[in-house]
């Protein structure tokens, strides 16, 4: 070979290199697509800011109170499950007030606070108050409207697992609609739905229902979870 052939074949292998490489960083640079994780996530931080908006609004309109009557100042703890709730809140007024008797009966919080008169029994009613609202519920299903990661997760979802299963299981099944079209449903209120061809066929619904369940239910299912 040349030297001349040789330049011609080195300019070429470092053509190629040069595509490959521009090739691989712009497959490897797009953002991939939500996970049913990355949903779930969203709505817990949802709920989160929500819980940690309504304590605000109690240290706003309480704190003043609360400090003339030496009730420690209440600091936002976080969102718990349901079942936990009760038991959070009672440690948290057993350590704010130990006079005040806090038991857990069932799934709910009883609190006793009996003999106590005057600024004692202001003392206590504020610090149950305050433990109240330093412990947010984090209640599976209680974010909405869904944001814009569920959504995207729940339009790749309906494309690639509930429409092929739906199809594949001889069931009739809508075209899905672009993604802006999908979001505007949603914020209008009327949701598209994969099922919407099946609603004249009570069988066939609970037919896709089982075999090909919604979004909504992997996304229940996954907050319910330890």
Known sequence: MTAASRAVSARRVAVAVGLLTLLTGCTSSAPAAPTLDDAVAERRAAIEAAERERFNAFVASSSARIAELGVPVPE???VVAREVWPDAVAACID???PRIRADRVDDRLTVSYFGMVGELYDRSRWAIESCTAQVGVAEPGAAAPPGPIELAWRYDDARTRVLPCLRGAGLAAPSLPSEGAFVA???AGSPWSPYALLQGDPAGLQRALT??????RLIAEREAAP
């Open 95 to 97: 350590q704010t007030d």
């Open 185 to 187: 449903a949603e914020a």
């Open 211 to 216: 075999l090909c369940p919604p979004s909504s």
């Open 76 to 78: 936002f703890q976080g």
